[in-house]
C-alpha cells in the first residue's frame, strides 16, 4: 500500500478495516481465532517513523467562499448553510430539524435531533447512548423562526417548498406562451405524472382514446367492446351504454 503511494492515514484505515473483517469471521466461527490474535500484534503506521507520505489536516472552508455561494442557492439551502455555520451542526442534524425538537423556553435554544425517538435522539452517536445537544443562539433563531410551521413535527426545510417556489419564479419570468399540453388540468405541474396521487392523475389523450375500447355492458347483459378501437374494427359503437 505505500508503495502504491498512500497516505499513512488510508493505510491504517485499510488496516483496521482487514482487522474487523477478520474479527467478524472469528465472532461466526468462520477462522481460527488464533488468526484474529496475530492480526492484533500489528499496529498502525505512526507519523514520522514510516515511508508513508503524509497529507495537510484538512481545514474548514474559508467563510468568504461560503457567503459568495449563497446568492445562486435557493433560499431554504442559503438559510441551512447560515445556520450551520452558526450552530455548527451536523448536516444530517440540519436536514432533520423540527420544531419539536427544539427547547425555545430559554435565551438561547436547544436544539435536541429526533427528540421523540427515545432519550438519546437519532444523530450520529446515538448509538453508543450519547445525547446530542446543539445552543441556538439569536442569530440562528432568527433563521429558524422563518421556516417554523403549525405543525410541529413538520421538517423546517422543505425541498417540496423550495421547488413549489422555483416553479412559481420560472413562470413569472417565462416569456412564451404557455402550450396547451403544459396547462394544469387538475394535477401539479411540477411533479411527474406518474409520482401524482391517484386521484390528481389526469388522462392523457393517448390514454383516454384506449379508455374507449374496454368492454361495455349491453342490456342483455353480454359485454361487446365498444369506443374507438371498435369503431375503426367494425365501424358499430353500443349507444345503449350511457356516456356514449
Not at 488464533?34 to 467563510?63: C, D, F, M, N, Y
Request: proline fraction near 10%; aromatic fraction near 4%.
Amino acid at each position: 500500500m505505500i508503495e502504491a503511494g498512500l497516505c499513512r492515514g488510508v493505510v491504517n484505515q485499510r488496516i483496521g478495516r482487514i482487522k474487523r473483517m477478520f474479527r467478524w469471521a472469528v465472532e461466526n466461527e468462520l477462522v481460527p481465532a488464533a488468526v484474529l490474535h496475530g492480526l492484533q500484534a500489528v499496529a498502525g503506521l505512526q507519523r514520522g517513523r514510516s515511508p508513508a507520505r503524509e497529507t495537510e489536516p484538512i481545514k474548514p472552508v474559508p467563510e468568504p467562499f461560503v457567503t459568495a455561494t449563497l446568492p445562486h442557492v435557493r433560499p431554504q439551502v442559503a438559510a441551512m448553510i447560515q445556520l450551520q455555520l452558526l450552530a455548527g451542526m451536523r448536516p444530517g442534524e440540519l436536514v432533520i430539524m423540527r420544531a419539536i425538537d427544539i427547547d425555545m423556553t430559554s435565551k438561547v435554544w436547544l436544539y435536541r435531533p429526533g427528540s421523540d425517538q427515545g432519550p438519546e435522539g437519532v444523530h450520529k452517536t446515538s448509538y453508543r447512548g450519547h445525547q446530542r445537544i446543539i445552543p441556538i443562539g439569536p442569530r440562528g433563531q432568527e433563521i429558524v423562526r422563518r421556516y417554523l410551521k403549525p405543525n410541529v413535527n413538520a421538517y423546517l426545510f422543505s425541498p417540496r417548498e423550495a421547488v413549489d417556489q422555483l416553479r412559481v419564479e420560472q413562470r413569472q419570468r417565462r416569456k412564451t406562451k404557455v402550450q396547451p399540453s403544459q396547462i394544469n388540468t387538475g394535477g401539479r405541474l411540477d411533479v411527474c405524472p406518474c409520482l401524482r396521487p391517484v386521484s390528481l392523475r389526469v388522462p392523457r389523450p393517448p390514454r383516454a382514446r384506449r379508455r374507449g375500447g374496454v368492454p361495455a355492458r349491453r342490456p342483455g347483459g353480454s359485454s361487446t367492446r365498444s369506443g374507438f378501437d371498435s369503431l375503426m374494427k367494425c365501424r358499430t359503437v353500443n349507444r345503449s351504454v350511457p356516456g356514449c
